[in-house]
């Protein structure tokens, strides 16, 4: 890992909902004792991805974030980490943190919402750096100072999923330019 582990914070996936105003998906990510969380804006294709691991769903073959699963599996390399390290521009970087079968430490660049979704599927450990933190302005004194609008990024319901999953046509996983 090529941060400082105390320049990063653990947080796990808190959930997934849906911006309000444009309806794009948004995972959630919290502290465990629920005082932080970063909101990130995904694809729609990214966040079906993550609730079908998150809703434990088992599609008949393997989709893109379970290719890679996979495919890391067989080559011998784990998943030892994921981390959110930077906000530029309004865009967040992530980066992997892969161990081969040698020994061998490997940092991949990555988008934030593919290294989550794999370290969903790999049971990885997820750090976002503190500065990123800072500079998202989402820093929370505790659970009782959130205001009524972050209440609402605690996500949708479990069975919403389902119904939004099944509503989706294809137009909506095409890619817009």
């Not at 079906?48 to 974030?65: D, N, V």
């Not at 990885?124 to 933190?133: C, E, F, G, M, N």
């Amino acid at each position: 890992m090529a941060g400082n582990r105390e320049d990063f914070i653990l947080m796990i996936v808190g959930g997934l909902t849906l911006d309000p105003t444009t309806k794009m998906p948004i995972v959630v990510l919290k502290d465990p004792d629920n005082k932080l969380n970063l909101p990130i804006w995904i694809g729609p294709l990214e966040a079906a991805s993550m609730a079908t691991e998150l809703e434990g769903i088992k599609p008949q073959r393997p989709m893109t974030h379970d290719l890679l699963r996979d495919l890391l599996g067989q080559l011998g390399t784990t998943v030892e980490s994921v981390e959110v390290t930077e906000l530029r521009e309004n865009t967040y970087y992530a980066r992997l943190n892969l161990r081969s079968r040698e020994g061998r430490t490997l940092e991949v660049d990555s988008r934030p919402s593919d290294a989550i979704s794999l370290a969903l599927r790999t049971r990885s450990p997820i750090y976002v750096a503190k500065a990123v933190l800072e500079m998202s302005s989402e820093l929370h004194e505790s659970a009782a100072e959130r205001t009524a609008s972050e209440q609402n990024l605690a996500g949708v319901a479990r069975d919403k999923w389902s119904e939004i999953l099944e509503r989706m046509s294809p137009e909506d996983f095409k890619y817009k330019m």
